[in-house]
């Protein structure tokens, strides 16, 4: 009997064959772990690493409208026709200088007016922004109007400020931003979109909060319009305000 095993050799075509197939599988693999990484790890790192911030503002503007009131009085003249006489109630105008007298069972009629009727000239000079923060606190959920004011909340909520910028310049802004430095995990610093121009005593108000905060003592908020000097102003020393809290951790 014999005991040598005899090797059947593999052909080099069948070798080849599976090389190229082990090669194009490596490649698909390669592909699919770029779109995986490019489609679904950005999204989990940001949930992770990133605040979200949460921003709700109210626009106030300088032209508010008003409200006026005009009483017309009813006066009674007598009329005579021959031997017989009649009354007429025709209404009377009223003296700027004094009041308007009324009788028992006098009619009137109001007269309500809505709007300015000032027109506002040629602007000139420089806008002013200036940055006012009334109050500090949290947000109980994820919209801007759950404001809960307070100086000392927990590491689970979300910090909020409430803050105005106000145009207290002599001409228009044009559009303009504002950053603010937010006490988070990372020391983030948020940067807003473009804002609408503010036109001479325009203001907005606004309630920014954000999530994932530091625990600590007077842990710092600040504001500041017009960061990047986009738009020119008379003053630049009041385009910041800044606030502190404390956030409790756990």
């Given at each position: 009997?014999?005991?040598?095993?005899?090797?059947?050799?593999?052909?080099?075509?069948?070798?080849?064959?599976?090389?190229?197939?082990?090669?194009?599988?490596?490649?698909?693999?390669?592909?699919?772990?770029?779109?995986?990484?490019?489609?679904?790890?950005?999204?989990?790192?940001?949930?992770?690493?990133?605040?979200?911030?949460?921003?709700?503002?109210?626009?106030?503007?300088?032209?508010?409208?008003?409200?006026?009131?005009?009483?017309?009085?009813?006066?009674?003249?007598?009329?005579?026709?021959?031997?017989?006489?009649?009354?007429?109630?025709?209404?009377?105008?009223?003296?700027?200088?004094?009041?308007?007298?009324?009788t028992a069972g006098g009619r009137?009629?109001?007269?309500?007016?809505?709007?300015?009727?000032?027109?506002?000239?040629?602007?000139?000079?420089?806008?002013?922004?200036?940055?006012?923060?009334?109050?500090?606190?949290?947000?109980?959920?994820?919209?801007?109007?759950?404001?809960?004011?307070?100086?000392?909340?927990?590491?689970?909520?979300?910090?909020?400020?409430?803050?105005?910028?106000?145009?207290?310049?002599?001409?228009?802004?044009?559009?303009?931003?504002?950053?603010?430095?937010?006490?988070?995990?990372?020391?983030?610093?948020?940067?807003?979109?473009?804002?609408?121009?503010?036109?001479?005593?325009?203001?907005?108000?606004?309630?920014?909060?954000?999530?994932?905060?530091?625990?600590?003592?007077?842990?710092?908020?600040?504001?500041?319009?017009?960061?990047?000097?986009?738009?020119?102003?008379?003053?630049?020393?009041?385009?910041?305000?800044?606030?502190?809290?404390?956030?409790?951790?756990?």
């Open positions: 009997m014999d005991t040598n095993q005899r090797i059947i050799p593999i052909p080099q075509a069948v070798i080849n064959g599976l090389a190229v197939v082990g090669f194009i599988a490596l490649i698909i693999a390669g592909i699919w772990l770029a779109v995986y990484s490019t489609r679904f790890v950005p999204d989990v790192v940001n949930r992770v690493g990133a605040a979200a911030v949460y921003l709700g503002s109210v626009f106030n503007s300088a032209d508010e409208p008003t409200l006026s009131v005009v009483e017309t009085p009813t006066a009674s003249t007598t009329i005579s026709f021959g031997d017989s006489s009649s009354t007429i109630s025709t209404p009377a105008t009223p003296s700027r200088t004094s009041p308007i007298k009324t009137t009629s109001g007269v309500y007016q809505i709007g300015s009727a000032t027109t506002t000239g040629a602007l000139s000079g420089l806008p002013d922004l200036v940055v006012n923060i009334s109050s500090v606190g949290y947000l109980a959920s994820t919209s801007a109007d759950s404001f809960v004011a307070t100086s000392t909340m927990r590491s689970n909520n979300r910090p909020a400020i409430k803050f105005t910028v106000k145009n207290i310049g002599t001409n228009k802004s044009g559009e303009w931003r504002f950053s603010a430095s937010i006490p988070t995990q990372s020391s983030y610093l948020y940067y807003s979109p473009f804002q609408q121009s503010l036109n001479p005593g325009d203001s907005i108000d606004y309630t920014l909060g954000f999530d994932q905060p530091v625990a600590g003592s007077d842990k710092m908020i600040s504001i500041t319009a017009n960061f990047d000097r986009a738009i020119g102003e008379s003053n630049t020393n009041n385009n910041s305000a800044s606030a502190n809290l404390t956030i409790l951790g756990g």
